[in-house]
């Protein structure tokens, strides 16, 4: 029974393109998260959403919209795709409590590549 | 500059040697949380320390918090093939910040 799942794993489009990855989690946890993982490895939230408002939004350009229908899922939409927005784009989530950061639950991560 | 250094970046050692791998930060974190990523999957959270001094043992790895909470260690004795992966820090600031990782290979 996966906590935090992702769909697709993997995608590949090309440039110009738009695209949505869906995240779901069935943890109960009252907070996800997007991330960007480059080919270096860095790891790099994008987005941040509790109780279906948005709390965080780094220096994404606003062709990355997050959308949230319900506590449960958190998709990802990006317009007019370009070359260096290929990575693995991971989606999490937590349940956070008054001054202590918990455990963040990682989907598998979705490898977006853009020709 | 990024909010937590890692070092090394790679680290390929045989089987069985001991390793230590570094988070460090001119900053100082409430708590700081330590990660594994396998191939192909999402980071999976170790360990967290939250009080400055702490020491936490899980298995073959020691997770040590510094005394001023600014920095962290991970000792593994006795590495094994499976302990190979990405080995992340993270702590809380506004939201999670990783540290870029240590890439650990252990050959049999």
């Known amino acids: 029974d996966t906590a935090v799942s992702q769909t697709p794993k993997y995608l590949v489009t090309q440039m110009g393109n738009d695209k949505s990855i869906k995240c779901e989690q069935n943890?109960?946890?009252?907070?996800m998260y997007w991330y960007k993982q480059d080919s270096k490895k860095f790891l790099k939230i994008m987005f941040s959403?509790?109780?279906?408002?948005?709390?965080i939004n780094e220096t994404v350009p606003n062709r990355f919209s997050p959308k949230s229908p319900d506590k449960a899922h958190l998709n990802l939409h990006i317009n007019s795709l370009e070359l260096g927005d290929s990575a693995v784009y991971f989606c999490?989530?937590?349940?956070?409590?008054?001054?202590?950061?918990?455990?963040?639950?990682f989907g598998p991560g979705t490898r977006l590549t853009v020709l | 500059t990024q909010l937590l250094e890692q070092s090394p970046q790679f680290l390929s050692i045989q089987e069985g040697e001991n390793l230590t791998v570094y988070c460090n930060s001119s900053?100082?974190?409430?708590?700081l949380q330590w990660y594994r990523q396998e191939p192909g999957e999402g980071p999976v959270l170790l360990v967290t320390?939250?009080?400055?001094?702490e020491v936490k043992k899980l298995k073959r790895l020691t997770f040590q918090f510094g005394d001023a909470r600014k920095d962290s260690s991970l000792h593994i004795t006795a590495a094994q093939p499976g302990d190979t992966g990405l080995y992340l820090c993270?702590?809380?600031?506004?939201?999670?910040?990783f540290g870029a990782g240590t890439r650990l290979t252990v050959k049999p």
């Open positions: 320390v939250v009080t400055g001094g």
């Open positions: 900053s100082v974190f409430s708590s």
């Open positions: 959403y509790n109780n279906k408002e948005l709390i």
């Open positions: 943890l109960g946890h009252d907070t």
């Open positions: 999490a989530s937590s349940q956070v409590g008054a001054g202590l950061f918990r455990e963040q639950f």
């Open positions: 993270a702590a809380p600031r506004d939201d999670m910040r």
